[in-house]
């Protein structure tokens, strides 16, 4: 059994997948072996995170989840602990439980378990044992109206709460919530654990809905135990859906060990075309912030070129070193080029230059904007790949819902594969940014990122980002790798804050430094 944090990468699968590794475990195996590994699991990890429980309450469900909560409980009352279990009920329209999980209910009966119609009174403990990885809550399904009502009791209370393999009501593979109470209370203390108290065991392998959408703020501190299934035995065809990023698939721009004669130009050029000013808003500052981001993560020279009819900043006197220029002296092939942000109205008069022309590309905010409703436009970013150039895009929900032709709700419904559907249609890599940022290119894995955390949801954090991406392909990164090593870097150092200085905002231009 290991907690999951962010240093490691680790393999996600999808329900399909789970399903065809959990038969053949199983089939190698004496029945009901995975089912009772699975509860000692539970139960151990119970016992460690509150070892002096006056009460422990756990809710089963009507399938091998509840079954899973069943042997838990057996484990926890044979060790002494005061232990009380609410069932709901067999299946509708079933008179028993699925065959594991029926055997489990009868060995926990017969160990004189206390099995109880309604949730104690006070517990310390509670443990989701109700929906597993294929089911929903279906509010006309006989047998929901209790379990909401059961996953209310939990929510409400202070007691620490662990879910079985999925919090209940969340979508495996896709981070969708179909209780809304799941995620009504966020994680704090950098996304490692919860205020809440909020815990998930992953059973056999982990999800990629633990990690994105309402994921992170409903499964909290996330374990996993294999059950004993390595994936040195699993099926061929059942592959990773996703990965989820950790820091070992980030690596920074460094001149640590550069060589002693590295002069700027070894590090590379990055250049900002955004910052629009007009007579009636001034948006300088979200291009300043991808400049100044650009410079700390090791850019050797950064350029500005502001738009506008009235620009009005020659210098910036908190960062003299960034280089101003107007956006016709500017070498597109040669630098890197960060178009978008704060650009307005503005970057569509030179969009279509840079898209021609930047070999390295990073499109944020307003360049996506103006890319979304034109036509033309959309087909040079397709044309991009064809002539061996590099595209980075960094949509949140709703520009890539623009960018799709589509809703920000359903972008948010299967964050995965709206990902992948705008790195295929423009042939480039995305960074599909939220909780969870999900990174896709194509051949290449799917990334759901595991550090950052609500620190990040204050304005400029997103030019912060592209900045970061455009120092990381200026050092000579691919457009994945750049997506990768930004992306962590830049929730990691949201992680360190909530650590360093709790209770401090984060700004966005403390983010750049």
């Known amino acids: 059994m290991q907690k999951i944090s962010s240093s490691l990468s680790q393999p996600l699968y999808s329900v399909a997948a789970i399903r065809l590794i959990e038969q053949q475990a199983a089939s190698s195996l004496p029945p009901h072996t995975l089912m009772q590994r699975a509860g000692l699991a539970v139960a151990r990890l119970a016992l460690a995170l509150a070892p002096h429980a006056r009460c422990i309450w756990i809710a089963c469900g009507p399938g091998n989840n509840g079954g899973d909560g069943f042997e838990a409980a057996l484990h926890l009352h044979r060790w002494g602990k005061p232990v009380v279990v609410t069932w709901t009920g067999p299946p509708a329209g079933r008179t028993g439980l699925p065959p594991d999980a029926q055997a489990s209910h009868a060995r926990a009966l017969a160990a004189g378990v206390p099995m109880l119609r309604e949730p104690p009174a006070v517990f310390d403990l509670c443990i989701d ?26 929510h409400a209370s202070p007691a620490l709460q662990l879910a079985v393999d999925i919090p209940s009501g969340l979508n495996a593979d896709t981070g969708t919530s179909t209780f809304e109470i799941a995620t009504k209370y966020i ?4 996304g490692i654990s919860s205020s809440k108290g909020l815990f998930t065991l992953s059973l056999l392998r982990l ?62 050029d990055v250049a900002v075309v955004g910052g629009e000013s007009t007579l009636r808003s001034h948006m300088t500052g979200a291009a300043l912030l991808a400049a100044s981001a650009a410079l700390h993560a090791g850019a050797g020279r950064v350029l ?6 009235a620009p009005s900043l020659s210098v910036d006197l908190a960062r003299p070193e960034l280089m101003f220029r107007m956006p016709d002296a500017l070498d597109l092939v040669q630098q890197v080029v960060v178009c978008g942000c704060g650009g307005g109205e503005s970057v569509k008069r030179i969009l279509g230059k840079v898209l021609a022309s930047a070999t390295r590309l990073v499109l944020d ?5 103006a890319i979304a409703m034109d036509a033309n436009l959309q087909i040079q970013l397709k044309a991009r790949h064809g002539r061996g150039c590099v595209t980075v895009l960094t ?47 194509p051949g290449e894995p799917l990334m759901i990122n595991a550090s950052g955390n609500a620190l990040l949801a204050t304005a400029g954090t997103g030019d912060v980002l592209a900045g ?30 909530a650590i360093d200085k709790p209770g401090q905002a984060l700004t966005a231009l403390a983010l750049a430094q």
């Open 129 to 154: 044992a109700l929906l597993g990885i294929g089911a929903t809550l279906d509010p006309d399904r006989p047998g929901s109206a209790l379990i909401r009502q059961w996953l209310e009791v939990m």
């Open 187 to 190: 994680a704090a203390d950098a």
């Open 207 to 268: 999800k990629p809905g633990l990690f994105t959408a309402n994921g992170r703020d409903s499964a909290g501190e996330v374990w996993f135990d294999d059950l004993g299934a390595s994936t040195a035995t699993e099926p061929a065809t059942a592959a990773p859906h996703a990965w989820v990023l950790g820091a070992d698939r980030s690596r920074q721009p460094s001149r640590a060990q550069a060589a002693h004669a590295s002069h700027k130009g070894s590090f590379g």
């Open 304 to 309: 500005v070129a502001l738009l506008g009819d």
């Open 365 to 369: 905010a307003d360049a996506l904007n």
């Open 395 to 441: 949509p949140h929900p709703l520009e890539a819902a623009r960018l799709a032709g589509s809703t920000a709700a359903a972008v948010q419904a299967d964050r995965l594969a709206m990902a992948r559907q705008l790195a295929g249609q423009f042939q480039c890599t995305v960074v599909l940014k939220g909780s969870g940022t999900v990174i896709a290119c």
């Open 468 to 497: 970061m991406l455009g120092a990381c392909l200026a050092s000579g990164m691919t457009g994945y790798q750049a997506a990768c090593s930004a992306v962590f870097a830049h929730g990691h150092k949201a992680d360190a804050w």
